[in-house]
């Protein structure tokens, strides 16, 4: 289904990014309609994370356009940058907050350092962000005083403490068991329509994207093999989709060949 | 061989201009950057009351020391009374810059290097950067600018618990008069001394931290290796590299100023 230009906010376009002789991105392109939640699947090791990285201007790519809003965000313009900067939020899969900071101070840092606001205006939005997320009774706790679950949860109040249009997730759920997983994907299925931000998240865990994000796309050595939404990707016949998508069929089937006494060959990760 | 001096200069080079940028990008965007007072002053505190109390202490030991030296010297020439004018001269002019840089690089230099290193491994300086804060305002500039005050007041404090330590050897411990120790001190000090101990105490706050600073901030690009061990390895060559900056230039400024 085609998207109309004006309802992007995102897009991008011939993404490259290397690491020495490592090609990592190859022309990865992508779009993301505003307001819909995103997500980017694909190997560990793909070059989920330095591609979301590279639209977080934590790397610097080596080739190719991204433009946010309509607005082509030049290298070098760094006015066009800050402007994104102040739009978009990135949520770090450590999470990244400030451990001698307490949640409260977590949460108020990008008020106070971005935007003009009295002290009282800054303490009550950053206790408003505490709130919307169930942590307002842990104000004064400091992140190490606090469950994984709990800290993803004050990651993402600092996240949209700002109101910002674009919040990119970087593999959210890495290391989580599945029961928390599924609650991480509720939580920003839940929070992205409350809120109404655009989400890009990357990750690796398909069945939970596929029930939370409004579009799928897929990468595989360096390129977007595919993009769609969840039932076109469901029904793909795309190689590395169904490969990425019935990964637990080949499972089984190589479980059984190994209980067959058969000999199978497996793929360096 | 000379292709290994030639690679070996090119990188003292390129790193000595990385980290001119480095300083150059940390007062450049501390201008204008919100609450930077309050951060300068949190960074004094952390340079200031927490060092204290090593610095009373080996300010203290230092002038006993001298003071216990200085006199059994003195006193095979029958020259007791010129305690006050050797502790003075020694500890404003030589050892209490010095040493006061010393003891603040071990404490609050080795602590800043350590603090910007993990939170370059936390990513918390990528955070930081994402939300359109810069990282060199918000972390960097306030140690800098706190060490430029700190270094000369912490300087100050030494040298008179170190004059204090030479009066209390001298005259508590050996006898001698305490008008005749205090007189000499007070007819040896100028004030040429004194602005040569601050010359030296602003200097070394200076180029101790920003080195510190530098190689914390800079610890994902060691190459000793990454995560813990990169911290340890920047922490350490921070330390290393500040306490030979403070005797290098303790010579180049005194050959300036003597």
């Known amino acids: 289904m085609a998207i109309e230009s004006q309802d992007l906010l995102l897009k991008v376009e011939g993404l490259q990014k290397r690491f020495g002789e490592q090609s990592v991105l190859a022309g990865a392109s992508l779009t993301v309609p505003r307001g819909s939640?995103?997500?980017?699947?694909?190997?560990?090791g793909a070059g989920k994370s330095v591609f979301l990285k590279c639209l977080a201007d934590v790397i610097e790519p080596d080739a190719g356009e991204i433009w946010f809003d309509?607005?082509?965000?030049?290298?070098?313009?760094?006015g066009v940058r800050q402007h994104f900067r102040s739009r978009c939020s990135f949520l770090f899969q450590s999470n990244a907050l400030f451990d001698s900071l307490t949640a409260l101070e977590n949460v108020a840092l990008p008020l106070e350092q971005t935007m003009d606001l009295q002290a009282g205006e800054v303490r009550e939005r950053s206790l408003e962000a505490l709130k919307q997320l169930e942590l307002e009774a842990f104000w004064d706790r400091y992140p190490g005083q606090m469950s994984g679950g709990m800290?993803?949860?004050?990651?993402?109040?600092?996240?949209?403490?700002?109101?910002?249009?674009?919040?990119?997730?970087?593999?959210?759920?890495?290391?989580?068991?599945?029961?928390?997983r599924n609650a991480v994907f509720t939580m920003i299925a839940k929070y992205q329509r409350q809120f109404g931000f655009t989400a890009l998240i990357v990750t690796h865990d398909v069945p939970e994207a596929l029930v939370a994000a409004d579009r799928v796309a897929l990468l595989d050595t360096g390129r977007m093999v595919f993009q769609g939404s969840p039932g076109e990707f469901i029904a793909s016949e795309e190689a590395m989709v169904i490969q990425f998508r019935d990964s637990e069929k080949e499972l089984s089937k190589m479980l059984a060949s190994i209980r067959r006494g058969e000999t199978i060959q497996t793929e360096d990760t | 061989m000379v292709r290994a001096v030639g690679r070996y200069t090119l990188e003292i080079v390129q790193s000595l201009g990385d980290l001119a940028l480095f300083v150059g990008r940390s007062f450049r965007m501390a201008v204008g950057s919100r609450k930077l007072g309050r951060r300068v002053v949190r960074a004094m505190f952390e340079q200031g009351a927490r060092c204290l109390p090593v610095i009373l202490i080996v300010g203290l030991f230092t002038g006993l020391v001298l003071g216990l030296q200085g006199y059994y010297v003195l006193n095979r020439f029958g020259s007791e009374s010129l305690l006050g004018t050797l502790v003075s001269l020694s500890i404003v002019r030589e050892l209490g810059p010095v040493l006061a840089a010393l003891m603040l690089v071990g404490q609050a230099g080795s602590a800043l290097a350590a603090e910007l290193g993990i939170q370059r491994n936390t990513e918390q300086i990528a955070a930081l950067e994402t939300m359109g804060v810069s990282s060199h305002a918000y972390l960097?500039?306030?140690?800098?600018?706190?060490?430029?005050?700190?270094?000369?007041?912490?300087?100050?404090?030494?040298c008179c618990v170190g004059l204090w330590g030479g009066s209390l050897?001298?005259?508590?411990?050996?006898?001698?008069e305490p008008g005749i120790y205090w007189s000499a001190v007070e007819r040896a000090v100028e004030l040429v001394d004194v602005r040569e101990c601050m010359t030296k105490a602003v200097t070394f706050g200076f180029l101790t931290m920003t080195l510190c600073a530098y190689h914390g901030f800079n610890a994902h690009r060691c190459r000793s290796g990454t995560g813990a061990r990169g911290v340890s390895a920047s922490t350490t060559r921070a330390v290393v590299q500040s306490s030979i900056i403070v005797l290098a230039a303790d010579y180049v400024i005194t050959s300036f100023l003597i």
């Not at chain 1, 309509?70 to 313009?77: E, F, H, I, N, T």
Request: no cysteine.
């Open chain 1, 37 to 44: 939640l995103v997500a980017v699947l694909g190997r560990s």
């Open chain 1, 70 to 78: 309509g607005r082509l965000l030049a290298r070098g313009d760094a």
């Open chain 1, 151 to 180: 800290q993803k949860r004050l990651a993402l109040a600092r996240a949209i403490v700002t109101r910002p249009e674009l919040v990119l997730f970087d593999e959210p759920t890495a290391g989580l068991d599945p029961v928390r």
């Open chain 2, 140 to 158: 960097v500039a306030p140690r800098l600018i706190a060490a430029l005050m700190v270094f000369p007041m912490q300087t100050a404090l030494f």
């Open chain 2, 169 to 176: 050897s001298g005259s508590l411990l050996l006898g001698l």
